[in-house]
């Protein structure tokens, strides 16, 4: 099993930016990619970025410019700097975690941390 827990959550102005972390513990060792999804009120869970232990990144197309997702294989975080919020970036944002094992993908999530974009 593998717990992920986030931090850096908030309020903030459009414009501004936050910047959202994520550590990892258990079976830490099985992870292959790490990243983040977001999901607003009503609407369904969807990426906003992920990577790979080898550090290959994969981004939604409404964040490629503004936000920057890095990870840090020692310390087992995975961080995602937000930059030119917008109103619609308002919504939970859940750290996500994977391993593939003899086939097999097992994923973990997050309890997820709050984001709101608003003056």
């Known amino acids: 099993q593998v717990q992920l827990v986030e931090s850096g959550g908030g309020l903030v102005q459009p414009g501004g930016s936050l910047r959202l972390s994520c550590a990892a513990s258990g079976s830490i060792s099985r992870i292959y990619r790490m990243g983040w999804y977001r999901q607003a009120p009503g609407q369904q869970r969807e990426l906003v970025a992920t990577?790979?232990?080898?550090?290959?990144?994969n981004y939604a197309d409404f964040v490629k410019g503004r936000f920057t997702i890095s990870r840090d294989n020692a310390k087992n975080t995975v961080s995602l700097q937000m930059n030119s919020l917008k109103p619609e970036d308002t919504a939970v944002h859940y750290c996500?975690?994977?391993?593939?094992?003899?086939?097999?993908?097992?994923?973990?999530w997050g309890q997820g941390t709050q984001v709101t974009v608003s003056s």
């Open positions: 996500y975690a994977n391993s593939v094992s003899s086939g097999t993908l097992n994923q973990w």
């Open positions: 990577i790979t232990s080898s550090g290959n990144t």
